[in-house]
């Protein structure tokens, strides 16, 4: 055992048998294989210093680096449901307390009401994380409240996608949320308001 190796913490001592980085303080970059130090990836908004590449990034994380200071989150409240008591190898339940406890989030879509350089504007983010960013109900509530929202406050609606689609465990209800965001799309158009939609990678 090298000296090197003696001094190094326990928890980060070690790389696995098939040459991956141990998480908890440093990742390893998709694009180049470098090992980076995970708050300072996290400073860099997910971007390799080595080589550019743009890691994915939260939701939270990315409407916090777009937003000015002071930004308030809209619908924090709003929860999915299992309506169906949806199973197919696992229980619609148990995906949604397993897709919380990886993400942090209640649901894929976070929204936050804030100003950009002191302009005014709503903003909304999927995480991937939750269930691959896919639409249920609560998708599709958070983004009507959002757009319901930029339209009481005279302000622009931004949403970054990062979405696999229809939330199948949640079958009709899912399908519908399609009617319901372009419903308020229709109004935020004819009161002249801005859409602003950014693809993000997986969409």
Not at 26 to 43: G, I, P
Not at 68 to 74: I, K, M
Not at 120 to 133: C, T, W
Not at 159 to 184: I, N, Y
Request: with cysteine; charged share 25%; aromatic share 8%.
């Amino acid at each position: 055992m090298s000296w090197f190796e003696k001094i190094m913490p326990s928890r980060i001592s070690r790389s696995s048998s098939k040459g991956g980085v141990r998480e908890g303080l440093w990742v390893k970059c998709d694009a180049c294989s470098s090992v980076l130090y995970k708050e300072e990836l996290s400073r860099d908004l997910e971007v390799c210093r080595q080589c550019g590449h743009h890691h994915a990034i939260s939701a939270r994380a990315r409407l916090k680096a777009l937003l000015d200071d002071g930004a308030t989150e809209v619908a924090a409240n709003v929860e999915p449901v299992d309506m169906l008591k949806f199973k197919d190898s696992k229980r619609y339940k148990d995906r949604i307390s397993a897709a919380t406890k990886s993400s942090g989030e209640k649901d894929a879509l976070v929204v936050f009401e804030g100003n950009i350089h002191n302009v005014p504007v709503v903003a909304a983010s999927f995480d991937f994380r939750f269930m691959a960013g896919s639409m249920g109900s609560v998708v599709g509530e958070k983004f009507y409240r959002a757009a319901m929202r930029a339209m009481e406050t005279d302000s622009a609606l931004i949403c970054f996608s990062a979405s696999g689609g229809a939330r199948m465990q949640e079958a009709l209800f899912s399908l519908m949320q399609m009617t319901k965001t372009s419903s308020a799309l229709a109004q935020l158009s004819q009161r002249g308001l801005p859409y602003i939609s950014v693809l993000t990678h997986p969409t």
